[in-house]
């Protein structure tokens, strides 16, 4: 399956122009039809999609979501997300698209997905909006058009606002075509069984007969939200909003349990114990251990 880092990668990709910015674009689809390729297979990327579709035929997948709503609408693509299509050239509408660090640049996206959840790769579902409701939505996406074409020094100052101010629109027009309680049910449904594979893979990662590649580094989240082809910013908010604590912390706690555990209940040496928990050397392990009891694996097991 092929997998695009970057924007620029992406554009060339599915035959269109390339991006004036490598964290950002915009686009009308109209400014697309002479190049794009109307059939893709499945593929990654990792970067937000917002659109708009004001017309056009085909078929667009997005993660679960295989059917696309007829009419004007509002959908989107998140990082990870498995996608594919089949579309015919004639659509029209808008979309923009950016990075992870289009978003650190800036505070205003600091609660990306707490603020906006339907942003989130389980729950980005397209939906249809009103004629009347087009006008507000294209009205932003020209503004946003408008700068990203200027010459100004300081236009990103302002995409970021008119961003943000099309994300709380959206909001409010997911709110008044999708039911709020079953959407924010759904939400928690897949918030929950996120947790859980995230907790499950933590766990069997550190089993004595796990099979692992060399380059698997079981301390990060990072490897974990790579198997469950998510954004480890995804899976940290995900992880802290139910939890309380971040994914590095939650990882770190259960590997210090094992560890406490081992140094009470066997003689296995401090050494052992080390590899067993995937450290790439005992000094590290004791680092590790007394910065988070306050001494040394060796004087906790003294000690009790």
């Known amino acids: 399956m092929q997998h695009f880092k970057d924007i620029t990668e992406y554009h060339k990709a599915i035959g269109i122009l390339p991006p004036k910015h490598p964290h950002f674009d915009i686009r009308k689809f109209e400014?697309?039809?002479e190049h794009?390729?109307?059939?893709?297979?499945?593929?990654?990327?990792?970067?937000y999609f917002i659109a708009v579709r004001t017309l056009g035929e085909g078929k667009v997948r997005s993660g679960h979501n295989t059917q696309f709503p007829e009419g004007i609408t509002i959908y989107f693509n998140t990082p990870f997300q498995i996608q594919s299509w089949d579309i015919e050239v004639e659509w029209s509408g808008y979309y923009i698209i950016f990075s992870q660090d289009f978003l650190s640049s800036s505070h205003y996206f600091d609660r990306l997905l707490d603020d906006f959840p339907f942003l989130k790769i389980d729950e980005s579902i397209p939906f249809k909006i009103d004629q009347d409701d087009l006008p507000g939505i294209m009205n932003i996406y020209d503004q946003i058009k408008l700068e990203y074409v200027s010459d100004h020094d300081d236009k990103f100052n302002f995409i970021e606002?008119?961003?943000?101010?099309?994300?709380?629109?959206?909001?409010?027009?997911?709110?008044?075509?999708?039911?709020a309680n079953t959407a924010k049910e759904q939400i928690r449904k897949a918030d929950l069984k996120l947790l859980s594979r995230f907790q499950k893979l933590v766990k069997t990662s550190?089993?004595?007969?796990?099979?692992?590649?060399?380059?698997?580094?079981?301390?990060?989240?990072?490897?974990y939200a790579g198997i469950l082809n998510i954004h480890p910013n995804h899976l940290n908010a995900i992880v802290k909003s139910i939890t309380g604590q971040t994914a590095?912390?939650?990882?770190?706690?259960?590997?210090?349990?094992?560890?406490?555990?081992e140094l009470l209940q066997t003689d296995i040496s401090a050494k052992e114990i080390a590899y067993r928990l995937h450290f790439s050397s005992p000094a590290k392990f004791s680092e590790f251990f007394k910065k988070n009891t306050g001494i040394t694996p060796l004087s906790y097991r003294k000690n009790n």
């Open 206 to 223: 550190f089993y004595p007969e796990a099979e692992l590649e060399a380059s698997a580094n079981t301390h990060s989240p990072s490897y």
């Open 31 to 33: 400014e697309n039809k």
């Open 36 to 47: 794009i390729k109307t059939t893709m297979q499945a593929f990654r990327h990792e970067f």
């Open 248 to 261: 590095l912390n939650y990882i770190h706690n259960y590997i210090l349990q094992l560890a406490k555990a």
């Open 161 to 179: 606002i008119y961003v943000l101010q099309l994300l709380n629109q959206i909001k409010r027009l997911f709110n008044k075509h999708i039911d």
